[in-house]
């Protein structure tokens, strides 16, 4: 989407507000990427599995992934905000069906 949110007829100010936005959130792909790499899969064939602590480890990487979906939500939420009406339904026609709504990935 930011492809396309670039691609419209942004004022100087709009466009410093999502270069803003961009900096702010580079920190946290760093972050997604390592949140990603916690959690290993549980071996069900290892032994005697502490089934609290599997189902403890399944919950984290679904609340990872429930924050993951979140953070997208309020970045687009964000972008859309510093658009004018007639820029937002600009970018709804460029954008697939499918872009246009928050789905889970």
Same mark, same amino acid.
């Given at each position: ?6 691609? &419209? ?12 936005? +961009?900096?702010?959130? !580079?920190?946290? +792909?760093?972050? +997604?990427?390592? +949140? ?9 064939? @290892?032994?005697? *599995?502490?089934?609290? @602590?599997?189902?403890?480890? *399944? ?17 687009? &939420?964000?972008? &859309?905000? *510093?658009?004018?009406? @007639? ?5 709804? @026609?460029? &954008?697939?069906?499918?872009? !246009? ?5």
């Amino acid at each position: 989407m930011m492809l396309a949110v670039e691609s &419209l007829d942004l004022t100087p100010e709009q466009r410093s507000q999502l270069e803003a936005m +961009k900096a702010g959130h !580079r920190p946290n +792909k760093q972050a +997604k990427g390592q +949140k990603r790499g916690q959690g290993s899969s549980v071996d069900l064939f @290892a032994g005697d *599995i502490d089934r609290q @602590a599997a189902h403890a480890q *399944i919950d984290s990487r679904y609340q990872n992934r429930l924050e993951r979906a979140h953070t997208r939500l309020d970045r687009t &939420l964000d972008v &859309l905000a *510093i658009l004018t009406p @007639a820029q937002r339904a600009e970018l709804k @026609a460029e &954008l697939k069906p499918e872009q !246009r709504s928050e789905r889970p990935r």
